[in-house]
């Protein structure tokens, strides 16, 4: 049974960081995964994926700001995220393909299969 479990979220002020986790078990950690967000009245949107190749993509809205990650041994997945603009606040879903993807394959438009619950990011001004 595949299990994703977000952690790390949390109520900052515009300008600060934080820190998601994304524990993976059942499943291959160097399979390709991704971070999405989701605000109140908006669609679902992506904002980083990480390759079994290491390679990465982020959407512009967070490029130079947040940093995804993995470290296969603790089977985890990360999100770094610097500079936060009022505009990051939603819930932060971890995403996970049942597939070894790499370079380009490995995109914010792949169709993942499992999900985690979600972790809420909310960023005062």
């Known amino acids: 049974q595949v299990q994703l479990v977000e952690s790390g979220g949390g109520s900052v002020q515009a300008g600060g960081s934080l820190r998601l986790s994304c524990e993976v078990s059942?499943?291959?950690?160097?399979?390709?995964m991704a971070w999405f967000r989701q605000a109140p009245g908006k669609e679902r949107e992506g904002v980083a994926s990480s390759g079994s190749d290491g390679s990465t993509t982020y959407a512009d809205s967070v490029k130079g700001r947040f940093t995804i990650s993995k470290d296969t041994a603790k089977s985890t997945l990360y999100l770094q995220l610097n500079n936060l603009k009022p505009e990051d606040t939603a819930m932060y879903y971890c995403a996970a393909s049942p597939l070894l993807l790499a370079g380009p394959w490995c995109n914010l438009r792949h169709d993942y299969g499992y999900w985690g619950q979600g972790t809420q990011v909310t960023v005062s001004s």
């Open positions: 059942g499943i291959n950690s160097r399979n390709c």
